[in-house]
């Protein structure tokens, strides 16, 4: 990934992330975006560096809904 790539998917706010993982997860926007909510509360709450949190959230909500989603 180029770097201008990586600077642009790092400047990415919270909506493109839920949207992106709706879609990379293929389960509801309402669902992600709970998940990433709470998730999101419970991490900034804890967290002692805030740079990380976005990297953080993005891999623990994804990690969640493909758990679902295999559950289903």
């Given amino acids: 990934m180029s770097d201008q790539a990586m600077n642009l ?3 990415a706010s ?3 992330d839920i949207e992106i993982l709706a879609r ?3 389960m509801p926007l309402e669902t992600v975006h709970r ?3 709470i998730e999101l509360a419970k991490l900034e709450h804890v967290a002692r560096i805030k740079t ?7 891999r623990r ?6 758990r679902q989603r295999a559950q289903s």
């Fill in 61 to 66: 909500v994804k990690d969640l809904l493909q």
């Fill in 52 to 58: 990380y949190v976005p990297v953080l959230i993005r």
């Fill in 24 to 26: 990379e997860t293929k």
């Fill in 9 to 11: 998917r790092d400047s």
């Fill in 35 to 37: 998940v990433y909510d």
């Fill in 14 to 16: 919270p909506e493109s």
